[in-house]
C-alpha cells in the first residue's frame, strides 16, 4: 500500500487535508476531507470520516484558511528544476522545486503552516547566504502539529528522458500512454537517489504516477 498523502492534484485543483469538497457523483456528500489514502488501485478521498471515494470524483469548494501557494498542477504543466528544492510531509519524498526563497517558503506553508513566513522568509535567506542547503529544517504550525519540511539548494540531476505529451509504454508495449505531467521522488532506501516519474492521459489526476524504470517509449507508426 502506498502512504496516505497530506495533498492532492486532480482536475478541480490541489486538495489538501482540511478542504472542503463536494461529490460530483453524490449530491449529498460534501464536507472536509479528513484523509487522502491508497485504496489498491487509485488515491481517494474521505470526507468528514464517512464517506469514501475517487479523488476525481470531487470538486474543490475551498481550502483551509492558513496561508496558501498555488502550486503548478503537475498533470498539465511541467516544471524541471529550480533554485530551491523542497520536501513536503505524506508526499512521498517528492522533490518541489521553487525560483525564490519566497516561494520555497509558500510552499513550506501551504502544506505544515507556518506561523510567521516572513520571518522564515529571511531565515531561509541568511542561511543560503551561508553555504549551501542540504534539507533545511522547518516545522509546521497547522494542521498536524509538528510536521516537518526540507528546503535544499538546487542539485544537478539527470534529464528526465520523457516531456509532456510524448507517447510512451508502461510494462506492456501493447498499451500506450500520453506522459501528462511529471514528478521527481527522491528514494531514501537507495541511499537518496532520485527517479522520475510519469503522470499519464486517462489516469485522471489520482493514481500513482508510473517509474522511468517502467517506461518506454512508444514507437511512432508510419504513414501509410
Not at 502512504?3 to 486532480?10: F, G, K, Q, S, V
Not at 524541471?80 to 512521498?92: A, D, K, M, R, Y
Amino acid at each position: 500500500m502506498l502512504p496516505n498523502l497530506t495533498a492532492i492534484e486532480t482536475s478541480a485543483g490541489r486538495i489538501i487535508i482540511g478542504a472542503t469538497v463536494r461529490s460530483t457523483r453524490y449530491a449529498n456528500v460534501q464536507g472536509l476531507v479528513t484523509s487522502i489514502f491508497w485504496n489498491g488501485h487509485e488515491f481517494s478521498l474521505e470526507v468528514d470520516k464517512r464517506h469514501r471515494d475517487d479523488a476525481g470524483k470531487f470538486e474543490l469548494l475551498s481550502v483551509p484558511t492558513w496561508p496558501g501557494f498555488t502550486f503548478v498542477n503537475p498533470h498539465t504543466q511541467q516544471v524541471l528544476s529550480g533554485n530551491f528544492e523542497v520536501l513536503l510531509p505524506g508526499e512521498g519524498d517528492r522533490i518541489y522545486f521553487a525560483d525564490t526563497a519566497e516561494q520555497a517558503i509558500a510552499l513550506v506553508a501551504a502544506a505544515v503552516g507556518l506561523a510567521d513566513q516572513v520571518r522564515e522568509v529571511e531565515y531561509l535567506k541568511q542561511r543560503a547566504e551561508a553555504g549551501p542547503l542540504d534539507e533545511v529544517r522547518f516545522r509546521g504550525s497547522a494542521g498536524i502539529v509538528g510536521q516537518l519540511a526540507y528546503v535544499s539548494h538546487r542539485q544537478e540531476r539527470p534529464a528526465p528522458k520523457f516531456l509532456v505529451g510524448h507517447q510512451v509504454h508502461f510494462f506492456s508495449p501493447h498499451t500506450t500512454h500520453t506522459v501528462s505531467g511529471l514528478a521527481l521522488y527522491k528514494d531514501r532506501l537507495n541511499y537518496g537517489k532520485t527517479a522520475w516519474y510519469y503522470f499519464y492521459g486517462g489516469a485522471r489526476g489520482t493514481r500513482h504516477p508510473m517509474s522511468e524504470a517502467n517506461t518506454t517509449a512508444a514507437q511512432v507508426q508510419a504513414a501509410a
